[in-house]
C-alpha cells in the first residue's frame, strides 16, 4: 500500500479547516480560485498554453467555463489569459477575472517554468476567503494544538523576530487596533509545527511546519507549508527550520502582492 507524504497530510489537514469555511462573495486572490477556465492562446503562446492546460488538468483545477462548475464552487471560478506578448524581463504573464469578470490580478514570470510551482502553491488548496497580503501591517502569533501548547522550543517567540525583521509590527492583542486596520491590515499568523512526520519525544525525522493566516474575523486567508526534507534533527531545530521555510513564503507573497494586484500593472484593458 502506497502511504500519503507528509506534505500531502499536511495539505489535507489544512484544507479540511479551509473548507469548512464559506466562500466569499467574489475572488480576490489567486489563492481563491478553485477551477480556472483558459481563454485561446494568443500566436506564440501556444506552448505554453497547453502546458499550463495540462497542469491544470492533473490539478483537477481546468473547467471549460463557469457553467461546468459545481454551484457551490461557481464563486471561486476564474477565467484567465496566458500572456507572452509583454516587456521584458518577464516572458508570461497569467492574467485573471472572476466569474463577473471583475479584475482579480496579474502575475508576471521571468522563465517560462517559474509558473509551474508558483501557481501550484495558490491552488493546492482552496482558500475561499484569500486576499491579497501587502496590506497587512500588523500580525498576532499564536500556536495551534496541545503538542506545543507550552512552547517549550519557543517557537512564538522565534516567528515573532521572523517577522520583525521581515518589516511587519508584531502585537500581543487588537486592543487598539483602529477598525479599518482590523479588517484590512491585520493578520494573525497561527503556528502548526511538525505536522505528520516520526521520531521521539526528542528527535523527528521527515516533519512539515505550516502557517496559516486568520483574519480577524476568524476567517483563514491564506496559509504556507514548509518543508525541511527527510532529515533526522532535534524536534526543537526542525520546527525551527520548518516555520522560517514557511514565514519566507509568507513574506515574499506579502511584498510580491502589491505587483500582482496593483492594477495599474494590468495588461489588457476594459
Known amino acids: 500500500m502506497v502511504m500519503p507524504s507528509v506534505m500531502t497530510l499536511a495539505v489535507a489537514t489544512i484544507a479540511a479547516i479551509l ?4 466562500a466569499a462573495a467574489e475572488v480576490r486572490a ?17 506552448k505554453i498554453h497547453a502546458d499550463i492546460s495540462r497542469a491544470l488538468r492533473s490539478w483537477r483545477r481546468l473547467a471549460a467555463s463557469a457553467d461546468t462548475v459545481p454551484e457551490k464552487w461557481r464563486r471561486q471560478f476564474a477565467r484567465c489569459a496566458v500572456r507572452t506578448d509583454i516587456p ?3 516572458v508570461l504573464a497569467l492574467e485573471c477575472a472572476d466569474v463577473d469578470g471583475t479584475y482579480i490580478g496579474t502575475k508576471r514570470f521571468t522563465s517560462a517554468r517559474g509558473w509551474r510551482e508558483w501557481l501550484l502553491r495558490q491552488l493546492s488548496v482552496p482558500h475561499p476567503d484569500a486576499r491579497p497580503l501587502h496590506a497587512t501591517r500588523y500580525v498576532q502569533v499564536e500556536l495551534d494544538g496541545r503538542r506545543f501548547a507550552d512552547d517549550r522550543h519557543g517557537f512564538r517567540a522565534y516567528v515573532e523576530n521572523l517577522l520583525r525583521a521581515g518589516g511587519l509590527t508584531v ?3 487588537t486592543e487598539g487596533l483602529p477598525s479599518e486596520e482590523l479588517e484590512r491590515g491585520f493578520l ?5 509545527p511538525l505536522i505528520g512526520g516520526s521520531g521521539t519525544e526528542i528527535f523527528d525525522v521527515n516533519s512539515v511546519s505550516s502557517i496559516v493566516t486568520i483574519d480577524s474575523a476568524g476567517r483563514p486567508v491564506r496559509h504556507f507549508i514548509g518543508s525541511t526534507g527527510t532529515f533526522l534533527k532535534l524536534e526543537g531545530a526542525l520546527g525551527r527550520d520548518g516555520l ?6 509568507f513574506l515574499e507573497a506579502w511584498r510580491e502582492d502589491a505587483v500582482i494586484y496593483d492594477p495599474a500593472m494590468r495588461i489588457s484593458r476594459p
Open 244 to 249: 522560517r521555510a514557511a514565514v519566507e513564503q
Open 30 to 46: 489567486f489563492a481563491a480560485i478553485q477551477y480556472m477556465a483558459l481563454d485561446p492562446p494568443a500566436p506564440g503562446a501556444e
Open 171 to 173: 502585537v500581543k492583542s
Open 19 to 22: 473548507l469548512s469555511q464559506p
Open 188 to 192: 494573525k499568523i497561527s503556528l502548526r
Open 88 to 90: 521584458a524581463p518577464a
